[in-house]
């Protein structure tokens, strides 16, 4: 059986600029990560994916179907974009409900759907407010709503996460997640890689328009553990810190900063690192302030892939 979706030397410019070039993939059932940095053209591949763009060359089928000017496959495809584009006016429920009864449903399913996805989405307090009063992470909320009220068999999230507390990331985690196993085919994209990872182990990584890796998350994660891997800690007592880690074979660099209590560690094995730190804080008496990395993040993923 052929997969769910399908690309084939797909590309897309515009002028001399290339937003997606040459890229192939097979996409199915489950969640699959699409990462990239800002630009690398995620977007532009998802709006082709939907139909919304027409290839400059290649074709992408979905269902085995080449999905430009394929009606009939839109009603089984859900798209939440990254931008925003409401009717202000409207509450929730109307926007949603709306959408509903432009794909020709009945009174009675639109009211039933309308219900089912707010209460998904845990907008139902929320369902009669405007959606001009709504805070950033309601507004992503309500569009992922209208992207699954219809049950479509695809969905496609584009950046879902943005602007979202930390409750709320939680939950639309969860909820990419449940998708994916439900049977559904879930593409959803992001820059950070550990909100992928929280989703879905199949990811895409894409940068300038190409796809430089495709297949498991941990496999790729591998790329950065074999380069030192920098955190950053603020403490309590930094240099007492510091003698506790420079005797782990694994950590090859310690630099203090010059405004104080703030050290970089470099450790060859990040996994490994962070298991034993809380250990090593608790055995000293040292009050962690902050823990940061800027290595965890799909950045540096990509800087050490195109070095």
């Known amino acids: 059986m052929s997969a769910v979706l399908e690309a084939r030397n797909l590309s ?18 489950g969640v699959t990560g699409l990462l990239g940095p800002n630009g690398a053209g995620k977007s ?40 925003d584009s409401f009717y202000e006016r409207m509450s929730g429920a109307e926007f949603v409900s709306s959408l509903l009864r432009l794909n020709g449903y009945s009174e009675e399913e639109v009211s039933r759907r309308t219900d089912a996805a707010l209460e998904r989405v845990r907008l139902t307090a929320d369902r009669d407010k405007k959606i001009a009063a709504y805070s950033k992470g309601m507004r992503q909320r309500i569009k992922m709503a209208q992207t699954v009220a219809h049950d479509p068999e695809v969905i496609i999230l584009d950046e879902p996460l943005a602007g979202m507390d930390p409750v709320g990331r939680h939950e639309a985690i969860q909820l990419v997640r449940d998708w994916g196993r439900e049977g559904k085919c879930v593409v959803v994209s992001s820059h950070i890689l ?35 891997h920098n955190v950053h800690i603020r403490c309590s007592d930094p240099r007492r810190l510091a003698e506790a880690l420079v005797g782990f074979s694994d950590v090859v660099g ?33 009050d962690l302030d902050e823990l940061t990395s800027p290595d965890d993040n799909l950045q540096a993923v990509f800087h050490y892939l195109v070095k």
């Open 44 to 83: 532009t591949l998802m709006k082709m994916i939907m139909g919304q763009l027409r290839p400059s060359q290649g074709e992408i089928t979905v269902f085995g179907q080449r999905i430009w000017n394929n009606y009939p496959l839109f009603a089984r495809m859900g798209f939440c974009p990254e931008q």
């Open 12 to 29: 897309k410019w515009y002028g001399q600029v290339i937003a997606v070039n040459g890229v192939s993939f097979s996409v199915d059932a």
């Open 194 to 228: 550990h909100e992928i990872e929280a989703m879905t182990g199949n990811i895409l990584l894409m940068h300038n328009g190409r796809v430089l890796a495709e297949g498991d998350v941990h496999q790729i994660r591998e790329l950065i553990d074999k380069h030192p």
């Open 254 to 286: 310690v630099r203090f900063h010059p405004e104080g209590n703030a050290l970089t560690v470099e450790s060859r094995q990040p996994d490994a690192f962070y298991d034993r730190l809380p250990g090593l804080l608790l055995s000293r008496g040292i």
